[in-house]
């Protein structure tokens, strides 16, 4: 009885995660990036984005719409579904003090 009261307790009492704990994203949500264009490959429907860490990487593109009217250098912020596959993409304004 006792068991059966404290597994009622832990599942009905709401307990703080700690501060450093990061929950992953569901498969439901998309991770939001940003990052600059190094390439574009209309073919292959990818794109290859330097992101701010230094690190850059090939991504594949779901819908070749998503590529037009973007280019070499652009700055964009993009979402990425669960398979890592870009599902947006938006340029973002130029600073024209830079």
């Not at 990061?22 to 498969?27: G, I, K, N, Q």
């Not at 590529?67 to 912020?77: A, E, K, N, Q, Y």
Request: net charge negative.
């Amino acid at each position: 009885m006792l068991s059966l009261i404290l597994t009622l307790a832990f599942l009905i009492l709401p307990y703080p995660l700690p501060v450093h704990v990061v929950l992953p994203a569901t498969s439901a949500e998309a991770a939001l990036l940003g990052g600059t264009i190094v390439s574009i490959n209309q073919e292959a429907l990818s794109l290859t984005i330097l992101f701010p860490t230094g690190e850059s990487r090939a991504l594949s593109v779901r819908d070749a719409r998503l590529l037009h009217g973007l280019s070499v250098g652009d700055h964009v912020t993009f979402e990425l579904n669960d398979e890592h596959t870009l599902i947006k993409i938006a340029k973002l304004p130029t600073d024209p003090a830079n």
